[in-house]
Structures are given as structure tokens and as C-alpha cells.
């Protein structure tokens, strides 16, 4: 069955340091993938979208790689913030005949001042 | 411009009654997701919607869940009756285009006693 592993561990870091979390996925070929910013209590918010031919995407800390043979994204966030503490989550597509997303547990990222 | 948005914010009722959540997608989006994230778990799909048509319902648990979106424009999920394992929070996403970005409402938390 189809499914999305990403780091159960909360993962804190030291402020002013590059985050990195993963994503692996296995049994399909998606071809979007995305990542998303959960706070306690609200909706996800989206962040990037990369698609299956694009190898890395960028916005403003943010950078997003996609490895298709490898079925594994990672998403950095540079120069990190307090405010960036949250738990990130990322989405695949699957498509057999219209697109639904699948998501991955999410990964708490605590930045620390 | 409004985000998604979703009524009621919390809801907690007992076991066996009916409870209607309701999304208002962003204005324009013709696609309409339902999704559902139970305690510990990772959010998964319901239905999608393109307009008024059901396009996808393959994660509909069951025959008490029953969605519509008359008109196009609002959709409402109604469970009936409710049971303990319906608890959890139900979002609602929208999107302009099949398989592009989607945007998420802040979610319903509903609690079934």
C-alpha cells in the first residue's frame, strides 16, 4: 500500500540553524509533492509545491528538494526563527482519475532562542 | 480575499445524533476537498468535489457520512448518526485547479461521546 514516512521525532534545533526534514514515500510515483505548516489548533497552511521534473525549489528560507528515485523529499529552512516552530507536514498526489493527496504524520520542528 | 472557512469551529455531541459541518471554499475554486485527521493519526482524504459533482468519495468511511454541495459553491458533510470513532478534526480545502495548491480551512474539532 501507499505510504509517507516522516521523521516521528520532534526535531529541535538551535536558532540561526538550518532545519532539515524528510520525507519518504513508497509504492507510487507522485507526481506533485507538497509541504505544509501545521500550528496547534489551525488549518494547514501551504508552503511550496514541487513537481516530479523539478529537482529543487526555493521561497525566500525555504528550499525544497524532490528525489524521484530515491521516493524522498527534504525541506530546509535556513537561517531558522523561533516563529518557525510548528509541525510541517508533506502531501503527495495520486492520481487515478482525479487527484487526491495523501499526507505524512507530520514532523514538530522546535526552534530554539 | 476570504480563505476557506468552516462552521462549526468545535462540536461535541453523544453517540447516535446528527451533526452537518459546513466549508465555504475560497471564491472561484471549483474543487472542494474533505479531509479527516484522528487523534495521533495523519490527515486523510474523504471526498473531492468538482462544482457540484462528487468526483471522488472513494474515503468516505461509511454510509453515515454523506456529503453535498448543491449549487457549486458551499459543501456541507453531514454524520449521522454519529459515532465514538467519527471523533476527530474534519477539514475542508479548496483549489482552482485539479492537483495544484490547495488551500485548507482552520478545521472542525468534533468530539463524540
Known amino acids: 500500500s501507499q505510504k509517507i514516512e516522516q521523521n516521528s521525532e520532534a526535531l529541535n534545533i538551535q536558532e540561526g540553524k538550518t532545519a532539515t526534514l524528510t520525507c519518504n514515500y513508497t509504492?507510487?510515483?507522485?507526481?506533485?509533492l507538497q509541504w505544509y505548516r501545521q500550528d496547534p489548533g489551525r488549518g494547514p497552511v501551504f508552503l511550496l509545491l514541487?513537481?516530479?521534473?523539478?529537482k529543487e525549489k526555493r521561497k525566500e528560507r525555504l528550499k525544497v528538494t524532490f528525489d524521484t528515485t530515491l521516493k524522498q523529499s527534504l525541506f530546509h529552512i535556513t537561517a531558522s526563527q523561533p516563529a518557525d516552530s510548528a509541525t510541517y507536514l508533506c502531501?503527495?498526489?495520486?492520481?487515478?482519475?482525479?487527484?487526491?493527496?495523501?499526507f505524512g504524520t507530520g514532523t514538530r520542528l522546535k526552534v530554539l532562542a | 480575499e476570504a480563505g476557506v472557512t468552516q462552521f462549526p469551529s468545535h462540536s461535541v455531541i453523544e453517540k447516535g445524533q446528527t451533526v452537518t459541518l459546513r466549508c465555504d471554499p475560497i471564491?472561484?475554486?471549483?474543487?472542494l476537498y474533505w479531509y479527516r485527521r484522528v487523534m495521533g493519526k495523519e490527515i486523510k482524504f474523504l471526498l473531492h468535489?468538482?462544482?457540484?459533482?462528487?468526483?471522488?468519495e472513494s474515503g468516505m468511511p461509511n454510509n453515515r457520512f454523506l456529503a453535498e454541495r448543491t449549487g457549486g459553491t458551499y459543501s456541507t458533510l453531514k454524520v449521522q448518526p454519529a459515532e465514538l470513532e467519527d471523533s476527530g478534526v474534519y477539514f475542508c480545502?479548496?483549489?482552482?485547479?485539479?492537483?495544484?495548491?490547495?488551500?485548507f480551512g482552520p478545521g472542525t474539532r468534533l468530539l463524540v461521546l
Open positions: 509504492n507510487y510515483s507522485p507526481a506533485y
Open positions: 480545502a479548496s483549489s482552482q485547479e485539479l492537483g495544484e495548491t490547495q488551500y
Open positions: 514541487i513537481r516530479e521534473n523539478e
Open positions: 468535489f468538482v462544482k457540484e459533482s462528487k468526483q471522488d
Open positions: 502531501a503527495l498526489d495520486t492520481y487515478s482519475g482525479t487527484y487526491k493527496y495523501i
Open positions: 471564491s472561484g475554486h471549483d474543487n
